[in-house]
């Protein structure tokens, strides 16, 4: 392949709700750019896109994948992303480095929540936007009603380009709305049509169209509008012009029909990516951080290399290969860059262009570009690669936060190590997927976006580095707290020969509000103790507020004073007073009312409207508090309080509630206190757990 000037690059995100038809999309461009000789499929994992073999397993995408044909003089980046929003991350970091996304919708299924979300999120980075209505060849469509439909949502200036004669089975003729032509495709996947007049009622249908995509396009420039009103139309050629500038601005979003099954209507898409779609050079400045952390604007034209790393896959054949776009100048083979993240030199090695596993060693790269480089040393995603005299990072995508956890258990002994090393690859990865070591409960939690996400991040830790684990419902974090006064007057007496060992603890306990902490204080007068052994009650005392007493859980919001004691001038030691303010606070405690705290989390849902009724029973079921409803677009979001215990694997029964159109995010809001049947149930589960010795690892 040829080096193609940032004029002359079109870098494409294909993004959208799951099974929509992406990645047969995708297959058939590359297929009419000539990349490859027959459509693969999706149920046979013979599609360029999806090859990794858990992909091929599920019959779903998992992870983007890097594209590349050449169209009209163009060579178009395609990034195919998955849909199912267990993996929305990749489509975000993917819309991060594209100039244009390409929202698919099928037909049958019209606007999912996977649309909204990756919308909004080519919202936020200013992408221009084309939507393909996918699938026409399917039973029981209605076009009309779904542009309807998406008009409604994404507004008035959706304009089709095309439009199918008929939908349904076999569908194989689409009209050209500029070029008024009927084409009549070969269902053999490679493409190929013919083109004749339009007539009759399709005819008229496109005319239509034509005279709405005029107007809209008139109207997002004053110059031809003006022109518009006079003549009372656009010539060819200033139409042309006119939607590349309205597409630019975003005053129109272009519609197109296809199905991607047969290939039936993409190379209109792709004459359209070529000729209307913006290029690198349409941006001709970006932003970034200097090295004090100061904004500055840096031009696609600079000399110096700018390039951001949106993605890092480990590939059994190659390592850890990085995904990047080069923002500004030149990429050559050798070259020293400086990794503003890591603050470190890094040297460029072999680098590819990709179609799926199919690479092609490059030894330079145009500004604008994308492509693949192996063997970094210290890169992951996110982080930007420049000069080092004048070092600058790049905004990295803002992730959305897990909503689904499971505690990881080794059933077999000693390979702490290799899990570790596991879960720290798959993190740099994948920042999406979280973990940590819970040192309170002893276990290793790990988060991800999904019931589905989580298992595939599981799926690789047991095949890459071969340990056997299981996934089983995180402890949760319980408080032990008091709601009443308690006092004790402990004595530690020990004598076994030689010296001995003497402390008596006086203590008063108390509540404090809640979220205030443990609060440790003496009111010692006298000489009864000496003040030095101050330290050592509190320290007794800190021992068991951190091991818990009613259920193995930390003591918090309680006020301690230590107010007197006796001594021995000899027994007396740090030991023997930290033993007697141990047990001293424990015996007050007892006395104080006491009682278990359990985690209260927010939560926000997004639902279609017609799952309310569902969704909201459930919550009740889930001992849920209300705490407001919104409507944004298409769909109600609702606010909650919701204990955290009645959250494992919430993910999972939302979108089951709603047919995979809900979504929720969650974080911790507060501790309340725990009714006292579930508090005994988890007294009682707290002592057959320790009594079974079966704590997680």
Known sequence: MKTYQPAEIRNVAIVGHASGGKTMLSECMLACGGVINRLGSIANGTTVSDYHEDEQHRHISIHSSLLHTEWLGRKINLIDTPGYLDFISESMSSLRVCDLAISVIHAQHGIGVGTEQTWECAVKYDLPKVIVINAIDKENIDLEALLIQIRGRFGEHVLPLTWPVKTGPGASQIVDVFSA???????????????????????????????????????????????FFESGGLSPEELKTGLRNALSKHAVIPLFVTASETNVGVNRLLDFLAEYAPSPVDHPKFHALDAEGEEVELASANHEPVLYVFKTISEPQFGDMSYFRLWSGELHLGLDLYNSTRKASERIGQFFQLNGKNRIAV????????????????????????????????PPVVYPKPNIHAALKLTVKGEEDKVAQGLAALHAEDPTFLYHVDGELHQTVISAQGGLHLEVVADRLRKRYKVDIELTEPLIPYREAIKGRGESKYRHKKQTGGAGQFAEVWMRIEPKPRDTGMEFIHSLSGQNVDRVFVPSVEKGVQKACTEGILAGYRVVDVKIDFYDGKMHPVDSKDIAFQIAGYFAFKEAFAQAKPCLLEPINNIEIRIPDDCMGKVMGDLSSRRGKIQGMDTEGTMQVIRAQVPQKELYRYSTTIRSLTGGRGIHSEEFSHYEEMQRDMEQKVIEDSKHRKKDHKEPE
């Open 363 to 394: 030894n330079s790269l145009a500004a604008g570009d994308l492509g693949a480089l192996v063997k970094l040393k210290i890169t992951s995603t996110g982080h930007t690669l420049c000069h080092a005299k004048h070092p600058v990072s790049l």
């Open 181 to 227: 032509e009927v084409l009549t495709y070969v269902l053999d996947g490679t493409g190929k049509c013919q083109a004749a007049p339009a007539t009759g009622a399709i005819k008229d249908k496109a005319a239509e169209f034509l005279q709405k995509a005029t107007e809209d396009v008139a109207e997002a420039d004053d110059a031809l509008l003006e022109k």
